[in-house]
């Protein structure tokens, strides 16, 4: 069974330029959420979207968001990049929303650098 | 509201020696419980989950973690320590039958020879 996978892996982007990531969840599971890890805040919840819709929305300005389609896969956006948008972007997959079913796996990540 | 404090940022250990890594959680509603292994450049592996029932959790790799209400506690133990755990860890807490997760700022574990 595959994995969450994340694309691409590494990416290098200038200041003031936008970013697309992409996310591919395990076959099946209907939520994903994206977070960003850094090594001054740590790891950080963006948003989730279970069912082409978001769900939850942590403490991230507007020029971050995502989408989801139909078929599950989910894409994170990034708009007129900072310094200090460099980070580790995760995203997780989970089988369904609510109840117990709540274990999240996680991708390897996308590593982003704005110079 | 959920939060985490990992009590630790550095946990050294030698090789066959107990890990215990400390958790403390807080939350307004009953918590799901996590902890996650993260090796270099790589993503989060779930080690094991508190959801409901059994307080004592077993997880991969010989790792548990007893839920504990009353000191809002999750702390991970593992009897004998193995070169291969060194890593970091992170707790993380989420809402009863909510995704977002919120973690703690982790533990780094080393392993001595």
């Known amino acids: 069974k595959a994995g969450v996978t994340q694309t691409p892996r590494y990416l290098i982007k200038t200041r003031g330029q936008q970013v697309t990531l992409s996310c591919s969840p395990i076959?099946?599971?209907?939520?994903v959420s994206w977070y960003q890890q850094t090594p001054g805040q740590g790891l950080q919840f963006l948003f989730e979207y279970f069912s082409e819709t978001q769900r939850n929305k942590g403490n991230f300005p507007g020029r971050f968001s995502g989408r989801q389609f139909s078929n599950s896969r989910s894409e994170m956006n990034v708009s007129t990049l900072e310094l200090g948008d460099s980070a580790l972007y995760l995203c997780a997959s989970s089988r369904g929303q609510g109840g117990t079913d709540t274990e999240a796996f996680f991708g390897q990540g996308t590593r982003l650098t704005v110079v | 509201a959920q939060s985490v404090t990992q009590l630790g940022s550095h946990v050294s250990v030698s090789e066959g020696a107990l890990v215990l890594l400390r958790c403390n959680y807080s939350?307004?509603?009953?918590?799901?419980l996590f902890w996650y292994v993260q090796y270099p450049n790589q993503g989060l592996q779930l080690l094991l989950k508190y959801t409901t029932g059994a307080t004592l959790v077993k997880g991969i790799n010989g790792f548990e973690a007893e839920f504990k209400k009353s000191e809002t506690s999750f702390h991970l133990t593992k009897p004998s320590a193995h070169m291969s755990d060194a890593a970091e860890y992170f707790c993380?807490?989420?809402?009863?039958?909510?995704?977002?997760?919120?973690f703690g700022s982790g533990t780094r574990l080393q392993v001595q020879p």
């Open positions: 939350s307004s509603v009953p918590p799901y």
């Open positions: 993380a807490v989420s809402a009863t039958g909510r995704r977002a997760l919120t």
């Open positions: 076959s099946g599971h209907r939520s």
